[in-house]
């Protein structure tokens, strides 16, 4: 297997986030918090990767609205996780979703 395009990678990154916000939904809807704790952190570390792929330098305002919508989401995960709300996991899974969206139009 060859290397992967940095694109690819980010879209990874994002498949990788949406799947961790759905382990962790189904982790809330079975009771289980403690799955629900590592699914969550998993994303927000996923979230960490995808906000040092961001270059403020040289992608502008874009790039600054990308942080701010990335800053956003790891605050919603924070309180998804402490309410427990599968309500604020569909939420930035929707976020994830338009941005990945524009991320594949752009490969």
């Known amino acids: 297997m060859g290397e992967e395009s940095p694109h690819r990678l980010i879209q ?8 961790r916000i759905n382990s962790a939904k189904g982790a809330i809807a079975h009771g289980d918090m403690e799955a629900k704790s590592v699914y969550i952190s998993k994303a927000m570390g996923i979230i960490g990767g995808l906000n040092e792929a961001v270059d403020i330098e040289q992608g ?3 790039a600054a609205n990308l942080n701010q919508l990335y800053n956003y989401i790891n ?17 930035v899974a929707s976020l994830m979703k338009d941005i990945k969206e524009a991320w594949d139009a752009i490969g």
Do not use: K, T, V, W
């Not at 990874?12 to 799947?19: I, K, Q, R, V, Y």
């Not at 309180?79 to 939420?91: F, K, P, R, T, V």
């Open 60 to 62: 502008g305002e874009i």
């Open 12 to 19: 990874m990154l994002m498949e990788g986030f949406l799947a």
């Open 75 to 91: 605050l919603r995960l924070l309180q998804a996780s402490g309410e427990n709300s599968e309500q604020i996991l569909d939420e």
